[in-house]
């Protein structure tokens, strides 16, 4: 037992006691940690606003029996704006849900890390269409942990796209000899559309894309959804509060 510096972005937390809080944060070196924030609801707090969810701080921290505590805190992006207003926050939540639920304590993900700290910055920067950001995140995410949604190819046969066909169990667009018959073919808009929501890397594209099709917009928007909730085997609750254009 010791302290330790980390990296961390605060996905959720919680009053613990008169005036302490649990955190939940995704670290870039060891995972999901659970761990204190001593004070933090006291006004004058030597926190102050640092641990915030969705802040990314430079942490210091001690090994705790069942929870680490939280030593210092040094905000290196607040993700402000994602706060700010009903809709990106709505977005954020979902983000930091997700992440938590695959996230692991004690095991190393910088594929995870990096996913959350560019879609929460994506979100900070750009008001305008945020739901376009979730999708992109959430499909990215699943393709970090195994499931990986085939927008150029046939999820089946491999067989180079892009394909017309899509399906949420067999991960992606299908090829007409591989879709079961009575698959209804979508438009290449939406295939296109989850393309550029898959693609790792790519934020500042989305809402433009967001905005020239809204129909395939829709459609690729639900096509995630199914995808991830059947694939992660989980309902995503906060998703129903990010708002829709
Ligand atoms: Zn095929």
């Not at 695959?102 to 993900?109: F, M, W």
């Not at 500042?204 to 459609?219: C, E, F, S, Y």
């Amino acid at each position: 037992m010791g302290t330790y510096r980390e990296q961390g972005i605060v996905l959720r937390s919680y009053k613990l006691g008169e005036t302490d809080r649990i955190l939940h944060l995704l670290t870039q070196g060891r995972g999901k940690v659970r761990a204190v924030a001593k004070g933090v609801r006291r006004p004058g707090s030597r926190f102050g606003g640092r641990l915030e969810s969705y802040s990314h701080v430079d942490l210091q921290l001690y090994e705790g029996r069942n929870l680490d505590v939280v030593n210092q805190a040094d905000l290196l992006a607040p993700h402000a704006a994602v706060r700010s207003d009903f809709a990106r926050s709505a977005c954020a939540a979902t983000m930091a849900e997700v992440t938590d639920v695959v996230a692991q304590e004690g095991e190393r993900d910088n594929a995870l890390f990096l996913l959350l700290q560019s879609g929460l910055a994506a979100l900070d920067a750009e008001p305008r269409e945020p739901e376009v950001f979730v999708d992109a995140f959430l499909l990215r995410l699943a393709s970090t942990v195994g499931f990986h949604a085939w927008t150029d190819a046939c999820a089946v046969c491999r067989r180079p796209g892009p394909h017309l066909f899509l399906s949420v169990k067999a991960g992606g667009t299908l090829c007409g000899a591989c879709a079961p018959p009575g698959t209804r073919a979508v438009d290449p808009g939406t295939v296109r559309a989850l393309a550029l929501l898959a693609a790792p890397g790519e934020w500042v594209a989305l809402p433009a894309m967001a905005d020239a099709d809204a129909d395939a917009r829709a459609t690729a928007a639900s096509y995630v959804r199914a995808f991830v909730e059947h694939h992660l085997d989980r309902r995503l609750r906060s998703y129903d509060h990010v708002p829709r254009a």
